[in-house]
């Protein structure tokens, strides 16, 4: 290193370090805030605190320069995932590639898809046998040895970021496994660790508790609490009996927590999939979810992360009515001190039901009611994850329908994508008492009509798929594919012959990526079709900068038939119209401007169209200068 050199090193070090002098100011009133609400009441709170901020100091110490100076590009741009060309994909790692070294291999095509997000399932070491899906972690500092080292995890979070791609992996918070050394040590009696979870000598709590708790997994782990025979006690397992829930009124779990993710961020990792967030806190006499410090435990997270890690986002979780859901993203006081980005659970849940229905009106109603964001925050836009679609959660939405009304058409939509309808056309199965489980395709008939060879049965599938990545793309906010819905891949109907079959309905949607398919992307077949119409609508995304901070206002056409989404910034509007029906509907189209079609390039000039069949329209209004000379 030449003298220079050096001297340049020494500046950008001691820039870095006012960067995070300054941050820690700004930051420790809220962390303090937050944490006194959850341990004000601890006579040494003064300590606890205190704790807290060594984690964070020593965090900052040990995170890699090249990581620091990416915190500092994007606090002076904290907007930075809310631009346009900003586009998610979410795999399980064995699934899609074998191993984070195959992950690696596999940039290409991701980016070659417009993928500048990547969300990786649970790849920290897991339980072996049933671990929920990698749900059920036995170690926050190691991956699991199936897929990897620590080293090959941080070597791929360099490969994305020298992509451009960011990545996200899951911080299951809500549980451990119960083969995590705190739950071995627990087992063994020792206090300190038993103070780590909820455990109780017999079961009058539980019992009291459990009156007015719901059940996630009710059919296939039913009740809240698991009996330890070598114990003789009950531990709070909200989801399956081998994951043990956190006891976060224990300041000792949270600054556990607070390194182990502060850690994970220090390899690289730039979003971190709150799991379960609801689930965190726990009230006698309430359902344990959304409480209100459950909150305190995410401003708190954001705030000590915020000091050490400020690039890092945290992205909720929560499978919860539309109104408790924008709680995550912070708002009113708490508006940028919550989670940046959210699961948009709403709209992957409705543009289900609004398609079961041929209707959008329902879904119309149900946009409108949910509040605008604050700046800062985000939606996460899905049409499948790894989970089910949990009809559940709509029974709280009102936008004008009563709970019967909720519950009768959750029972609809549910039977109608178990295909228990005259002329169904999906392929899902019911997934516990709530939910639907199958892959995109299969559920908007894509497979049956392969089947069946019905070329347009084939058309009207496809179109089915490419109306809900549709919505998910203009709606605002980061858009999100689940792998192997660009193929439009079928369920995996040998789920349960699976190397990681648990006996969950849900793995009927897990399948491993169909490289074979992919390579049919380049020939002519169907796939050609999906795939390169959802390269496009990532294309025509990444050129719409209407969308950023954006709320859409939604709109409906067609006798309800067709939603419409309305956007408008500083950066002009956009006009998106798609016909949730397999009857023609007709669109009124603003005539404020002259539009033209992204998707297809014609320019549109009369005031009602006729759209077909599922079909769609992204409306930009044309620069009439600019495209007089174009023509
Ligand atoms: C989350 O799920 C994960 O996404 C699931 O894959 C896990 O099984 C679960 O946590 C436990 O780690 O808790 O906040 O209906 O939608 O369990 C919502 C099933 C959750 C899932 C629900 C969800």
Redesign the pocket.
């Known amino acids: 290193m030449t003298s220079s050199q050096k001297q340049k090193t020494v500046e950008n070090v001691a820039q870095l370090d006012a960067a995070y002098d300054a941050r820690y100011e700004i930051y420790t009133p809220d962390a303090d805030s937050a944490l006194r609400h959850l341990y004000g009441d601890q006579e040494n709170f003064p300590e606890i605190a205190a704790r807290m901020m060594r984690v964070v100091r020593d965090a900052y110490l040990q995170r890699p320069e090249a990581l620091k100076e990416l915190d500092l590009r994007r606090s002076q741009r904290p907007d930075w995932f809310q631009q346009p060309d900003r586009i998610g994909y979410t795999a399980y790692v064995d699934r899609f590639a074998g191993t984070l070294k195959g992950v690696e291999q596999k940039i290409g095509y991701l980016k070659n898809l417009g993928v500048s997000y990547l969300h990786l399932l649970p790849l920290l070491k897991m339980r072996p046998n049933e671990n ?2 990698g ?2 972690v036995s170690s926050y500092s190691e991956v699991d040895p199936a897929l990897g080292s620590m080293n090959d995890l941080s070597n791929l979070a360099e490969r994305l970021r020298e992509n451009d791609v960011s990545l996200c992996i ?1 911080f ?1 918070l ?2 451990t496994a119960d083969n995590h050394d705190w739950a071995m040590r627990a087992r063994t009696g020792a206090q300190h660790y038993k103070d780590f979870y909820y455990v109780y000598q017999d079961r009058s709590l539980p019992d009291q508790y459990e009156q007015s708790l719901g059940e ?2 009710a059919d296939t782990a039913p009740g809240n609490f698991t009996f330890i025979a070598e114990q003789d006690e009950w531990v709070w397992t ?3 009996p081998y ?1 043990w829930d956190l006891n976060y009124s224990n300041p000792v779990v949270f600054e556990e927590m607070l390194k182990a993710i502060l850690f994970l961020a220090n390899k690289g990792v730039d979003v971190f999939r709150l ?5 965190l806190w726990k009230r006698l006499g309430t359902d344990c979810l959304n409480q209100p410090e459950v909150f305190s435990i995410i401003r708190a997270l954001r705030a000590l992360t915020a000091i050490a890690a400020p690039g890092i986002l945290l992205k909720a ?4 009515p539309s109104y408790k859901l924008v709680q995550y993203l912070g708002a009113g006081e708490h508006a940028g001190k919550e989670c940046q980005l959210a699961y948009n659970t709403t709209l992957m849940t409705m543009i289900w039901s609004a398609l079961a229905e041929g209707n959008a009106a329902r879904l119309a109603s149900v946009l409108k009611s949910i509040p605008p964001l604050s700046p800062g925050a985000a939606w996460l836009n899905y049409v499948r ?4 679609i ?1 009809w559940g959660v709509l029974f709280e939405e009102k936008a004008g329908y009563s709970e019967a009304e909720w519950r009768d058409h959750a029972n609809f939509a549910r039977a109608f994508y178990a295909g228990d309808v005259d002329g169904a056309y999906a392929d899902g199965e019911n ?2 008492n ?2 639907t489980a199958g892959t995109t395709a299969s559920l908007c008939g894509l497979e049956r009509a392969m089947k069946q060879g019905d070329s347009e049965a084939i058309r009207l599938a496809t179109m089915r798929i490419l109306l809900l990545y549709t919505v998910v793309f203009s709606y605002g906010g980061i858009p999100l594919i689940s792998m192997g819905d660009e193929l439009g891949q079928f369920n995996d109907h040998d789920y349960a012959a699976g190397n990681r079959y648990d006996g969950d309905g ?1 793995w009927l949607h897990r399948g491993a990526m169909d490289w074979q398919k992919a390579e049919l992307r380049r020939g002519g077949g169907n796939e050609v079709r999906i795939f390169s119409e959802i390269r496009k609508l990532a294309e025509i995304r990444a050129n719409t900068p209407q969308l950023i901070q954006s709320a859409a206002e939604p709109g409906l056409c067609g006798d309800g038939r067709v939603l419409t989404l309305h956007h408008h910034n500083a950066h002009g509007e956009i006009f998106v119209c798609v016909n949730f029906s397999s009857a023609p509907a007709h669109v009124t189209i603003p005539e404020a401007h002259c539009w033209r079609d992204q998707f297809t390039g014609d320019r549109v000039t009369k005031p009602q169209v006729e759209l077909g069949a599922y079909d769609r329209l992204w409306l930009t209004p044309i620069d009439q200068a600019l495209d007089d000379k174009a023509n």
């Open positions: 929920d899906g749900f059920a899951d299951v809500n549980h996630v997994f909200t989801f399956n994951q799991d379960a967030a609801p689930y979780e929560a499978i919860v994850c790894h989970d089910d949990g997934y516990q709530h939910g849900r």
